[in-house]
């Protein structure tokens, strides 16, 4: 049995924990087991969670580069960064793992810590949050240090600046999705109305996602505003994630009071989640996504297998698996207006609608079912660990 210590550097549960919370079975079964290492503001709960899923969890105060307040927020980060790598490279040589894998382009201090213990790096790009002055300059460092790179599509290894022999040792992947469990189903579809308080009959507009600077929450209320301002149906438009602390008195000004100011709130409904996704989902009729960057979020993935119609930003690799017109529409960040113009064309037509839910669930488990995310990653460690051999 190999062991993976995988790093991930956010204190909010996302799309690494996901990877780990879906895949630490399928991969055990292949012969890798996985000790996560996290942030120390992890929460409890979760920590509790992967303990009774087998997955040890270590906490370590991970410094973070942060794009707010830049300097203010980065000059502890810069100033405890060489003794974070040491630190780093101790626990390593403390777990003796056989693979490092590193969550996220910018927190580098794993990356440097395994090269300096010996260790194969995987190093997984998930997004395209960076900037690409700064995408471009880690790009160059992650096609010298890493012995394998996984990224979320494709597209995300190019706007990564990618290229040539680079791609040999470069394996795409798509977050992995229960879709036994994430099937419509109509006794999800009631549940799911009733913790919104909505009519059965209405129809839903909905997302889920952590409310943060990416996701652009604000892009979302604007955009429900003009569709609820130019349709006379029973229209209602959700919002369901966790809250993000620091970016809290931002999203009250930019989301809640928007909301208020145009006496949205019986429209336009904000919930954390106290209930499971799949049911959350069943009660969309279309998923909106409005992130100024992503990967590919698993929850996108999630309506799909549940059959939900997509309209999203043509960000990260989100354009490889949103066929236009044929399981959704994709429109780029800030034009809200042609946003607007998509969701009335499934309100309107629901022939349309049920179109592309059929080809959604077909999708998902031809082509994002976790078994086949866990043969993805068997081979990117398999190739860093005869990579590092040679």
Not at 56 to 77: A, E, G, H, P, T
Not at 100 to 118: D, H, S, T
Not at 308 to 316: C, E, F, K, Q, Y
Request: glycine share 4%.
């Amino acid at each position: 049995m190999k062991k993976v210590l995988i790093f991930v550097f956010t204190p909010t549960y996302g799309g690494p924990h996901n990877q780990v919370n879906r895949l630490c079975q399928p991969l055990r079964e292949q012969h890798y087991e996985s000790v996560l290492c996290v942030h120390q503001d992890f929460e409890p709960k979760w920590e509790h969670h992967f303990h009774q899923l087998g997955v040890r969890v270590l906490k370590y105060d991970f410094k973070r580069l942060r794009f707010n307040s830049f300097v203010k927020n980065n000059y502890q980060y810069l100033s405890t960064f060489f003794k974070d790598v040491r630190a780093l490279e101790t626990l390593i040589r403390e777990e003796k793992p056989d693979v490092v894998q590193v969550c996220g382009l910018l927190n580098i201090q794993a990356v440097l810590a395994a090269k300096r213990a010996g260790i194969p790096v995987v190093w997984q790009l998930l997004s395209t949050f960076s900037p690409p002055p700064m995408r471009f300059v880690y790009g160059q460092l992650v096609k010298r240090w890493a012995n394998s790179i996984m990224s979320t599509g494709s597209l995300v290894a190019h706007k990564h600046y990618l290229q040539g022999n680079t791609l040999e040792r470069t394996f795409p992947f798509y977050p992995p999705v229960e879709t036994s469990r994430f099937v419509a189903a109509t006794d999800k579809k009631l549940a799911a109305r009733q913790f919104f308080a909505i009519p059965e009959d209405a129809i839903v507009i909905g997302t889920v996602g952590n409310r943060n600077r990416q996701k652009s929450h604000d892009q979302f209320v604007q955009i429900a505003k003009q569709v609820l301002s130019r349709t006379k149906k029973d229209v209602y438009f959700v919002i369901v994630g966790a809250i993000t602390p620091s970016y809290q008195p931002t999203y009250a000004t930019l989301v809640e009071q928007f909301i208020k100011d145009n006496k949205l709130e019986n429209r336009i409904k904000l919930f954390q989640s106290t209930i499971p996704v799949d049911t959350i989902l069943s009660g969309f009729d279309a998923f909106l996504l409005s992130s100024m960057a992503e990967g590919v979020p698993t929850v996108l993935l999630e309506a799909m297998s549940i059959g939900v119609p997509i309209v999203s930003t043509d960000v990260g690799a989100i354009p490889e698996i949103v066929r236009e017109s044929v399981n959704g529409f994709l429109y780029r960040f800030g034009q809200n207006e042609k946003a607007a113009e998509l969701i009335l064309q499934l309100i309107d037509d629901q022939k349309l609608r049920q179109a592309m839910s059929r080809t959604n669930a077909g999708d998902a488990k031809t082509k994002f079912d976790t078994e086949i995310c866990s043969e993805v990653h068997k081979k990117a460690y398999d190739f860093a660990l005869a990579h590092q051999a040679a």
